[in-house]
């Protein structure tokens, strides 16, 4: 199956695998490096080009448009901005163009590694969106979290983005986290929505295996109560909706025209290219598509991108299953889009709630709504979201 049209456009995912120090509930890969030099900076975004250069010429990607890069980690403001400046110069350079807009081009940032000049830096290097990680407007929380700044400094941060010219800005909260009641969450949602970002993600907590809150929380009795982790996110929905947010997926609300084009990529399950340590890729051809995922080992990632500029630690190909399966569930993330019938039965041969025979419970329990062939979750579909995929899966046809 060729790739057509819209559709051929691309996304570019750099993964920077620095950070400060670690986080303890964090599974990303990243390592902590406080005292990165720029020459360490200028050789980690060499081996970046040096992949990159490799994937467009093995997989023929020079004549697609570029639509968005991503600077994801790890904390990729630990790089100087001459660095991302060239970053992001290659990036573009290598493919063909990128429409009239320009791409939209993501930093992630955290508040302790960032200044008034470093961001103006980071704007004047092309970033055009800046998505900065707040986690909590409370200082015993960001404790927990094991976060180096402080609710202050991340403000300190938002306003010093806005003054530097991003006037795109998201950003991101956590709940669920020990500790948190639901009074303290909404303290830190309406502290967010003090500052009018364009952009707002929430996530609940995940106990991830390997971290060091795995360890600790393996008694989840000193877990939130599933309930209140619930009603938190449920109390955030209806805030951000009385402040005229769009709840475009589970996790993401934006103001009108500031969805993340990148993020809805991966929804809409375009293709990308991750390049960096522990980055995955996507292609969509040919047939059902393609992901492969680098090393998560900094040492591997350099020595095989300098030897054969590849560091591919494993890779799968679609089966015509998984492909169903996996549009179904990225797309009715998206809450406001969702699926559309005929979109997926070109592509599949069949509606979606012929290949889903759940959907019709679904639909009588009001987790989902329809609009003929056309499917979306529900307010209450999206707070169970997990059960509702789990459903989906357990009938397919
Ligand atoms: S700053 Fe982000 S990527 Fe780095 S350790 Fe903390 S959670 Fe992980």
Same mark, same amino acid.
Do not use: C, N, W
């Given at each position: 199956m060729g790739v057509q049209g819209e559709e051929r456009t691309i996304g570019v995912y750099l993964h920077v695998p620095f950070c400060l120090r670690k986080c303890p509930y964090c599974d990303f890969k990243s390592v902590a490096?406080?005292? &990165?030099s720029e020459a360490e900076g200028e050789a980690y975004a060499d081996a970046l080009i040096k992949e990159l250069s490799s994937v467009i010429e093995r997989e023929g990607l020079s004549n697609r448009p570029l639509e968005t890069v991503y600077f994801g980690g790890?904390? #990729?403001?630990? &790089?100087?901005p001459s660095v991302i400046k060239r970053l992001i110069g290659s990036v573009r350079g290598a493919f063909a163009g990128c429409g009239t807009k320009g791409p939209e081009i993501t930093i992630e940032a955290n /508040? =302790?590694? $960032?200044s008034f000049e470093r961001l103006k830096g980071f704007r004047e290097a092309g970033a055009t969106r800046i998505s900065i990680g $707040?986690?909590?407007? =409370?200082e015993s929380i960001l404790g927990t979290l094991g976060r180096t700044h402080t609710a202050r400094r991340a403000v300190e941060a938002f306003k010093e983005a806005r003054e530097a010219g991003f006037d795109n800005i998201g950003l991101d909260l956590i709940f669920g $986290? /020990?500790?948190?009641s639901i009074r303290d969450w909404e303290e830190s949602v309406a502290g967010v929505l003090a500052l009018q970002p364009e952009h707002i993600s929430l996530y609940g907590l995940t106990i991830e295996e390997g971290t060091e809150f795995f360890r600790a929380y %393996? =008694?989840? %009795?000193? &877990? #939130?109560d599933e309930d209140d982790v619930a009603q938190m996110y449920e109390s955030a929905v209806r805030t951000l909706k009385d402040a005229g947010?769009?709840?475009?997926e589970i996790s993401n609300w934006a103001r009108?025209?500031? @969805?993340s084009v990148h993020n809805s990529r991966y929804w809409r399950v375009k293709d990308y290219i991750g390049c960096g340590v522990g980055a995955h890729s996507f292609l969509?051809? #040919? @047939?059902w598509g393609r992901r492969w995922w680098n090393t998560p080992s900094l040492e591997e990632y350099i020595e095989g991108v300098s030897a054969k500029g590849s560091a591919v630690k494993g890779m799968e190909t679609l089966t015509r299953e998984e492909a169903v399966l996996e549009s179904m569930v990225l797309g009715l993330r998206? &809450? @406001? @889009?969702?699926?559309k019938g005929e979109g997926f039965r070109a592509r599949f041969g069949l509606y979606p709630k012929e290949a889903f025979p759940a959907t019709e419970a679904l639909l009588s329990d009001g987790l989902m709504a329809s609009s003929g062939e056309d499917l979306i979750l529900t307010h209450r579909g999206a707070v169970l979201s997990d059960a509702v995929f789990l459903k989906m899966l357990s009938q397919m046809a």
């Open positions: 490096r406080p005292g &990165l790890g904390t #990729p403001t630990l &790089l100087a /508040p =302790d590694t $960032v $707040v986690q909590s407007f =409370d $986290v /020990p500790g948190q %393996k =008694d989840t %009795k000193r &877990l #939130p947010y769009r709840h475009y009108p025209g500031y @969805e969509s051809f #040919p @047939e998206m &809450l @406001e @889009e969702g699926i």
